[in-house]
């Protein structure tokens, strides 16, 4: 079993409804849901967006390998609406599912990079994420 952290972020439509929804269909399709931060509110991060994010971190227990997860993630997004990553920058979106932490891992290829390589320069994600470490005495952020 593998303990993996996700970043959840919304700004478009039923915002609260998108981060539940999101949570429900990681629960069955990736693993068991362990531990949650609250629900942060931020600006739009490297774009400009009239539309204020929710963020959260969850703490999930899967099976999954890095790739799978990856698959998995991106598969629930577009299930939700979403349309597509953007590759020549970032965008509104319904849900945007992010793999932040995966084990103690350190893995990079083509499609993935682990740890997330933003995540120590977003305070919508590193907030979140020091919420539930901080319940987990024996870990230390990288």
Do not use: C
Not at 67 to 75: F, G, N, R, S
Not at 116 to 136: M, T, W
Request: glycine letters at 4%; a negative charge; proline letters at 4%.
């Amino acid at each position: 079993m593998h303990t993996v952290y996700l970043a959840l972020g919304t700004n478009l439509g039923d915002k609260d409804r998108n981060l539940q929804v999101s949570i429900e269909k990681i629960a069955k399709s990736i693993g068991t849901l362990a531990a949650a931060s609250s629900v942060y509110i931020s600006e739009s991060w490297g774009y400009i967006s009239e539309n204020t994010f929710l963020n959260q971190v969850i703490k999930v227990e899967t099976e999954l390998s890095p790739i799978e997860l990856l698959h998995t993630t991106q598969a629930i997004e577009k299930q939700m609406g979403r349309t597509r990553k953007s590759t020549s920058g970032y965008q509104d979106r319904v849900i945007d599912i992010d793999i932040i932490l995966y084990d103690n891992l350190v893995y990079q290829s083509e499609e993935l990079t682990i740890p997330h390589p933003f995540y120590r320069q977003r305070p919508f994600v590193l907030e979140p994420l020091k919420e539930i470490l901080s319940r987990d005495e024996n870990f230390a952020l990288r």
